[in-house]
């Protein structure tokens, strides 16, 4: 157990990260694919932030994106042909997938092609069967995959997570997850309207939003779920082929149970909730990568307020990411964590359609 | 639509109350039966608070409790048996009745044979057939029944109701619902013990705890539940024969659903958080008479903490109660809307043994 003052003086500190200072003194250079608003707003400035990452060739299949990005970055800019026929492979060691879901498939193929390591968007792909099918490219190349949880190294989620470990609450009862915005609205008209084919996405509500109370959940509890109830529900143009809202009920071992709420066109919101017999931690706001997060501890009665200078999400994650490869250690949000991911969403979408719990194998 | 000035000055104003002062001159007597914590503490307190009530009997099978609570309130005290006999019945107009749940219908059938009116604790009874019956004596002898949910007399959950009424968050998508307590020792060893005994309860956390975000769901919404899905759990000694914890989610028309969470033993807690379109509305703390609530309005991104001095819940109750029968008015919260939430803890019970969802008829 942490002393008080090394509780705040090490809240955000790297736990995940070597502390011999001569183990990493390379970078791991990457090709960016997919210039949307993530990629510029979050992805390219956590790779220059990172230490040990930095962004050399960018790839889209919008020439006008990849002129700009490249010109803005001093990167290579490359259409997508010529990313797969290999043009200036030799200038990246690491391929970032940020497209639509069901494009992250060809482009896992691209960087298995080449050798090259793979971090990946979330979801990992726009189906279960796809998304299988990614792993097996990666694991056949025998490249390094990890897929982009940014909750996961997240100083407050990590410190959570740690208290839970440490029995701060007691024995976990039940965790409520909520996560809405309005997609349109907060992420532009053209941002958003992938989303909103079921072909590109997979779905909307739940591949969009109900995966991050889904994954901290499963992260936080080191744990996956064996059961899930789930409904979706859409009411508004345009939102007729996908699910534009949804509700979901993870049982896990312990008999734990996680009810989540998720929505793309309601009141910006995102909060999680952790009951257990001794204490309540509470994360709220939550999930946005654009508002600081706030942790709250309740223990017997007694509650504390964490505010902290908010991380750059995305430096976090490419510093994992790329300390990680340099120094040769697994990631722990790799293709077969994600892949449990993908089964719970698809055992929901079943429950969903059949009004029935689902069994998670 | 209030003005701004109006809404600070009318958050707690009795809505329900004539504005005509000489429509009520009197008070209602009332016989209190069941003299444990909650009457001491609260009940009695209300009633004298109230101005259109007061005590002036007391009844309880413990003649020790009766002694004291008579001679500190100045009341008249009676065994159960002398009160069946209508010993001092020219003493009170109505019955106020906090016993454990299985014994509601006895002291109903003593109010409806005396043709006095009832107040009833929430849940009716420790079955959905024992409180049909309750409801059927008290309508075949034509007295008014009013069943105690103190939520729906709290001027926060009322100006909840009115914002939710008046569009202030859209259309409503999702509610949660939490309310945990370490019921023995909160309420103490000697109180808490008949919730364990599911002859006397009907059960325990969904019972006396799950009522609370199950009704003010339904009162604020104006709705009934139409399909539920809920799980119990006892995972510690005294709670072998009951529901230690309970999640449960309700179905209502146009596919709003709410996702709760009690427990009898957890770190004490209550929130109440409903979702929309355009807003949110949040009342935490939410449920316990013995805190005060705060309710936090966000619509379109735009946040108000709206803290009040807060009412004694049993005054309002009681004035309410009074009230309404001095002015010869129905009660919201009558048998039948009672039943509606037997139907629902029963179907919920239901669910959590078969592990399917449940139609509410």
């Known amino acids: 157990m942490h002393s008080l003052g090394e509780y705040f003086d090490e809240f955000t500190h790297r736990d995940w990260q070597t502390r011999d200072p001569t183990a990493v003194s390379d970078t791991v250079r990457i090709a960016v694919v997919g210039l949307g608003w993530f990629t510029r707003e979050w992805a390219l400035p956590g790779i220059e932030r990172s230490g040990f990452t930095e962004a050399t060739v960018a790839i889209d299949i919008d020439p006008d994106a990849v002129a700009t990005v490249a010109d803005e970055h001093d990167l290579i800019g490359l259409t997508p042909e010529k990313f797969r026929n290999g043009v200036a492979s030799e200038a990246y060691d690491a391929v970032y997938v940020a497209t639509p879901n069901a494009t992250h498939l060809e482009y896992a193929e691209i960087a298995a092609d080449q050798g090259a390591a793979l971090l990946c968007e979330k979801p990992l792909e726009a189906s279960l069967d796809r998304a299988r099918r990614l792993v097996t490219i990666c694991d056949d190349a025998d490249i390094p995959l990890m897929v982009g949880y ?51 996405s997979g779905g909307c509500a739940l591949m969009d939003i109900g995966i991050y109370p889904l994954n901290t959940t499963r992260f936080i509890l080191d744990a996956d779920p064996t059961e899930v109830y789930g409904h979706t529900r859409s009411a508004h143009d345009p939102f007729e082929e996908v699910d534009e809202h949804a509700t979901f009920q993870l049982r896990f071992p ?103 719990p689902i069994a998670v194998e």
Chains 1, 2 share one sequence.
Request: aromatic share 6%; hydrophobic share 35%; charged share 30%.
């Open 150 to 200: 940014r909750m996961q190294t997240d100083p407050a989620v990590r410190r959570l997570k740690e208290l839970l470990r440490g029995d701060f609450i007691g024995d976990v009862l039940h965790i409520h997850g909520t996560m809405s915005q309005t997609m349109l609205g907060e992420l532009g008209e053209e941002t958003g309207q992938w989303r909103l084919d079921p072909d590109l």
């Open 254 to 356: 312990d008999d734990v149970r996680a009810l989540c709420s998720v929505s793309q066109n309601a009141q910006h919101a995102s909060r999680l909730e952790i009951t257990g017999t001794d204490g309540q931690l509470i994360l709220d706001p939550a999930f946005y990568e654009r508002e600081a997060r706030e942790l709250t501890l309740v223990r017997d009665g007694v509650e504390s307020e964490i505010e902290f200078d908010p991380v750059h999400q995305l430096e976090e994650e490419f510093a994992y990411f790329g300390h990680h490869l340099l120094t040769d250690t697994n990631f722990v949000p790799d293709g077969e964590h994600a892949l449990a991911d993908m089964r719970v969403l698809d055992a929901v979408y079943e429950s969903a359609a059949t009004g029935t």
